[in-house]
C-alpha cells in the first residue's frame, strides 16, 4: 500500500513508518516539526519508500497518486507545562491539530477512497470513573480545564471520524493509544517514564508525587504499532483500546526503574503537584483488541526498559 502519516517525525508516527516500510509498504510522511524531530526519520530518507513533506496538517493537504491509507497522528501529546512542546503551551495548535487537521486528513482518505486510521487517545475518558478503561465508557472530562485542549481536540477528532464513516462511507478506524514508551520518546516529555528513567540513569533519587499510589500502565512501543497495525488491516470501525493492561501503582514502576538501572539513589517523596484533572488511575480494557484484533502486548516491562535505556543514555550523553 502507499500510506499517508501525518506526524511522521513524531514519536508514533516515525516507528509506523520503520515497520510499515519494513512490511514492504510505500509511506508519504508529514510533519511541520513543531513537536516532531527531524532525528526520528533521518535515517529513512534515503529510502526510495519513504518521501516527506513539512506541512502543517491543520492546512490544505493535496497528495498526488494513488492513496490506499491514511494514518493521522499529527499533534502536541506531552502534559508537561515545562515543556515548551506541551499542549498546555500549544492550546491553539493543539485544537486546530485534532479538528483542521482530522478533517484534512480525512480529506484525502475520501478523496482517494482510501481507508483512515485516526490516532486517539486514553485522554479522552479523562479521570476515569469506570476501571479499567472499556471503549463504551463516555469518560469524566472538563470541557474548560487546561488539559481540554488534548482532551476535547481528540473527542472531537473522534466524533468527525465517525461522521465521515457514517456521512460520506469513508473506510475508517479510531484507535485508542494508552501510555507508550521507547526509543525516541521526549525526554522532556512530562510523564513518569522520561521523568523516572533520566533521575536513575544520572544516579538521583526517584521524585514521586504523594505517596505514589496512582497507578498507569505502559505499553512499549513496538507492541503497540502492531496492534495499530493490525487496526488498519481490519474491518473494525468502533475505537478500540490499545495498551499494556498491566496496572502498577507509580511507586512500583519507580522501584522497578531503580532495579533495572542499578540506581542505588533510592526514591524521594514530595508534596503532590500533579497537573489539573490529572487521572488516578489508567489502565485500558483490552478486550476487544483481543477479540477482533487477536493483538495483546507480548514485551514485559523489564525488557521494554532495557530495549530504551540505550536511547536516553545517549540523548543524556552517557555513552
Known amino acids: 500500500m502507499r500510506i499517508l502519516i501525518t506526524g511522521a517525525a513524531g514519536f508514533l508516527g516515525s516507528h509506523l513508518c520503520d515497520r510499515l516500510l519494513a512490511d514492504g509498504h510505500e509511506v508519504v510522511g508529514l510533519d511541520n516539526f513543531v513537536t516532531g524531530n527531524r532525528e526520528n526519520i533521518s535515517h529513512l530518507m534515503g529510502n526510495e519508500k519513504f518521501t516527506f513533506y513539512r506541512h502543517d496538517v491543520s492546512n490544505y ?11 493521522h497522528f499529527a499533534s502536541p501529546a506531552s502534559p508537561n507545562p515545562q515543556s515548551p512542546t506541551a499542549y498546555f503551551n ?21 478523496a482517494h477512497n482510501a481507508r483512515f486510521l485516526l490516532a486517539s487517545t486514553s485522554e479522552i475518558y479523562g479521570d476515569p470513573l469506570v476501571h479499567p478503561q472499556v471503549e463504551t465508557y463516555s ?32 473506510d475508517t478506524r479510531i484507535v485508542r493509544i494508552f501510555n507508550t514508551y521507547g526509543p525516541r520518546m521526549d525526554l522532556e516529555d512530562g510523564r513518569a517514564l522520561p521523568n523516572l528513567l ?20 505502559f505499553c ?43 540506581n542505588k539513589a533510592g526514591l524521594t517523596f514530595v508534596p503532590d503537584a500533579r497537573s489539573e484533572r490529572d487521572p ?15 493483538w495483546e502486548p507480548k514485551v514485559d516491562l523489564e525488557q521494554g526498559l532495557r530495549n530504551t535505556i540505550p536511547y ?8
Request: charged share 20%; glycine share 10%; aromatic share 6%.
Open 139 to 170: 469518560g469524566n472530562v472538563d470541557p474548560v480545564g487546561t488539559r481540554a485542549v488534548y482532551d476535547e481536540a481528540k473527542r472531537f477528532a473522534e466524533s468527525l471520524t465517525m461522521a465521515y464513516h457514517r456521512q460520506h462511507g469513508v
Open 280 to 294: 488516578q488511575r489508567r489502565r485500558p480494557d483490552i478486550t476487544r483488541a483481543r477479540t477482533i484484533l487477536h
Open 220 to 262: 512499549f512501543v513496538d507492541d503497540l504499532v502492531d496492534g495499530i497495525i493490525r487496526l488498519l488491516l481490519s474491518d473494525e470501525h468502533m475505537p478500540v483500546n490499545i495498551g499494556n493492561p498491566v496496572e502498577m501503582t507509580l511507586l512500583q514502576f519507580a522501584e522497578s526503574i531503580n532495579k533495572v538501572t542499578g
Open 61 to 71: 493537504i493535496f497528495l498526488t497518486g494513488k492513496v490506499d491509507a491514511v494514518m
Open 198 to 217: 533520566k533521575q536513575a540513569l544520572l544516579g538521583q533519587p526517584l521524585t514521586i508525587y504523594g505517596t505514589g499510589e496512582q497507578t498507569r500502565s
Open 90 to 110: 500549544l492550546p491553539i495548535q493543539t485544537m486546530k491539530a485534532g479538528a483542521l487537521g482530522t478533517h484534512n486528513s480525512l480529506g484525502v482518505a475520501k
Open 312 to 319: 536516553f543514555k545517549q540523548k543524556l550523553g552517557l555513552v
